[in-house]
């Protein structure tokens, strides 16, 4: 049976290469697995008025359901002074409310970034995971991928072309895989 990777980029950039490298993943994904792209472009900012007035908005109800359909997930995180964006633990927070919060429990999750310097978001990476935990998600450890000097790997779509990553991804997602 084919697993499902729920793949979420934290930039809403139109040319970002963490949404370019998301686009590779799926591409690459191996036989029997396939990544569903979700969408944070629509999920506002969190705040608790809102949550009671209305509950979870449609863009957060959607990235739930697909959350739970999913086998795992691959967070491909940019970094901002040397942490997780805002706009993506937003997301994620958002994720976590009503029940979203049981749905991460026991979920494989994968992460990965890109990043125009030399340190491909290891750091991003690392702050993802205290989060990750207090999900009591599941998180895989065997596979790194750091995209460094993105400027260099992506064309200016965004799109990933540089062969060695790419090869790199590949192997990425199919350890991924191989655990879901
Ligand atoms: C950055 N960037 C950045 N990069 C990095 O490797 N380490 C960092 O600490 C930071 N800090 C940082 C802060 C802020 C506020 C911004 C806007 C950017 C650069 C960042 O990696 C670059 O903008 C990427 O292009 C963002 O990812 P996307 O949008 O291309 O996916």
Known sequence: MTKTILGLSGSLRRASFNAGLLRAAA????????????????????????????????????LQEQLQAADGVLLVTPEYNNGIPGVFKNVIDWMSRGPGLQMWVGKPVAIIGASPGGFGTIMAQNHWLPVLRTLRASVWTEGRLMVSQAGKMFDEQGNLTDTANRDKLADFISGFAKVI
């Open 27 to 62: 591409e690459l994904a191996p036989t029997g697995a396939k990544i569903d792209i979700g969408s944070i472009r629509d999920v506002p900012l969190y705040d608790g008025d809102l949550e009671k007035a209305d509950g979870l908005p449609p863009a957060v109800l959607v």
